[in-house]
């Protein structure tokens, strides 16, 4: 008896252990798709002020092959302050600055006009590169949406699963090892769901008989679905109501024999079929006080 005890409270300690462990791996899990969502967004922003400085850039161009050296430069000089250190446009708006420089400082000459015609070139390239970057950026918000859309829905998945692992814990909490009296006065050792002091809900009964219960309990009485093996191996396998057989159930006898039918004041009562060892139909019809009727 003590060893089965310890080989129960050993499984229940083992089962909450485990789902714990789930619990975390869990949450790892749903941190690690966020931490995705996020590199997500970041690789956007970082295309969009790179789509927004050529935008500018290219506008600042127009002015230059205009003509309006002097916009171009206050411009492209607010551009080179705004951009960060080390940032590869900014070689490019510096060359600006001094081909401007050189177009004011000399007459306009066949190199001046090659000169404005190369920016006319490296406008057409700019306006290119803007395009495919607005391409990428489209195809890239879609896939971040995409992504975005299967993650959440990844995550609320987990999130119900794990809410119901965490009731199931919540469950496990309440089991407790408590001792009681039969209504006959039989001192049974109990382990499973307890509230108010008593057995409520599923759990196991060992009586001092040897007899044990596996099932619903209510208020310290078998009360719901379950089974009970008698010491002398025979077993019940049915519906109680406070403490009592009431409903369907299947009584196996030790030798072999069994009933399958009504129950109703912990007696045959009612409706049933007996079979023999070899599991052969040998009777069924009424039954009364555990007699056959007619």
Request: aromatic content about 10%; glycine content about 8%.
């Amino acid at each position: 008896m003590i060893a089965k005890h310890k080989y129960l409270v050993l499984f229940i300690i083992t089962c909450v252990v485990t789902i714990i462990v789930i619990s975390t791996w869990y949450s790892n899990k749903i941190s690690r798709f966020e931490g995705q969502i996020g590199d997500q967004k970041e690789r956007v922003d970082s295309l969009k002020s790179e789509l927004l400085w050529l935008t500018q850039l290219s506008g600042m161009d127009y002015n230059f092959i205009s003509g309006e050296y002097e916009v171009a430069k206050t411009e492209y000089q607010n551009i080179l302050n705004s951009l960060p250190n080390l940032h590869h446009l900014k070689t490019s708006v510096d060359l600006r600055l001094a081909r401007i420089s050189s177009i004011e400082n000399a007459t306009k000459s066949d190199a001046t006009i090659k000169d404005i015609e190369t920016m006319q070139l490296a406008l057409r390239q700019r306006d290119e590169i803007i395009e495919l970057l607005n391409n990428t950026m489209d195809s890239l918000n879609t896939e971040h949406k995409n992504e975005h859309n299967q993650l959440a829905l990844q995550i609320k998945e987990q999130e119900t699963e794990l809410t119901q692992r965490l009731n199931e814990i919540h469950r496990k909490e309440k089991i407790q090892v408590i001792s009681f009296k039969s209504q006959k006065g039989k001192l049974i050792h109990y382990l499973g769901e307890v509230k108010d002091g008593k057995a409520n809900g599923g759990g196991v009964g060992i009586w001092s008989t040897g007899s044990m219960y596996k099932g619903e309990w209510k208020e310290n009485l078998r009360h719901g679905q379950g089974k009970y093996q008698w010491a002398d191996g025979d077993v019940y396998e049915g519906t109680y109501i406070n403490d009592i057989r009431e409903g369907e159930g299947v009584y196996h006898w030790a030798s072999g024999e069994h009933y399958d039918g009504e129950w109703s004041d912990d007696k045959r009562n009612g409706f049933g079929k007996l079979f023999d060892k070899d599991n052969n139909l040998t009777y069924q019809g009424q039954w009364r006080n555990d007699k056959i009727v007619g």
